[in-house]
Each structure stands twice: as C-alpha cells, then as structure tokens.
C-alpha cells in the first residue's frame, strides 16, 4: 500500500491483478485498485474531480479526467474516510498510475488539490 498526505487529505491505495479479466496472447492486462480517502482535517471536503496520469511499461502514456469517482463525488466529514474501488487496462504486464483529485472545503468553498501517490500494477509472475 502507497499513500500520501495533502493539506489533510490522506490518500491509500492498494493494487490486485485481476487474471480473470486478463489476455495476455491479447496484450490486455487488468488491475483493479482500491483507493481510501480520509480526511485528517477539521472541515468538510467534498471530491469534485479527478485526474489520472497511467503509464504502460510498453512507453504508452495516457491521461483521463473527469467528474468525480466512480460516479460519485463524495462529501468526507472531519475524521471520516470514502473508499472506491476501480479498474484500469494496460497492454503490458506492469505500470503505473498517479494523479490528483480536485476538492472543495465547503467551509468557504476553497479549492485545492489532493495528491494520489505514484503506485504500480505488476503482475504476480513478474515478481520473480
């Protein structure tokens, strides 16, 4: 498990390879991640965005952004924590993911930006 601090935000994530979503003969390889966002400060934030930056050990990079998570764009009490749990295909048996999520303190409205750690999807047999 990785995880980062960010004005009071912490943010953990943990990776599974997912074989029976997988292709290898395909070049289609699948990991799931599970991502917990607790808020470690004293006002209610709200995530509003996010935005993914995923490298493929093949040297492919992408970048995906939208609203929210998994749908949702949840509203985290002082002390509380939201925990997602979502997917990402890469064509090779390894790579990485980081980014940022876009929040709101909804005391004042104030945005900021959440770091979400560098973390790496490896499949199993590449641990050898």
Known sequence: MVTTI???VKVSVETQY?????????DHYMFAYKINIENLGDTTVQLLRRHWEIFDSNGEHREVEGEGVVGEQPVIEPGSS???ISGCNLKSDMGSMKGEYQMVRLLDNS??????PQFY???PY???
């Not at 945005?111 to 979400?116: A, E, K, Y």
């Open 6 to 8: 960010t004005d009071g």
């Open 18 to 26: 997912q074989p029976e979503y997988s292709n290898p003969a395909s």
């Open 82 to 84: 939201h925990e997602y």
């Open 111 to 116: 945005l900021f930006d959440v770091q979400i």
């Open 121 to 123: 999807m490896v499949a």
């Open 126 to 128: 590449r641990m050898n």
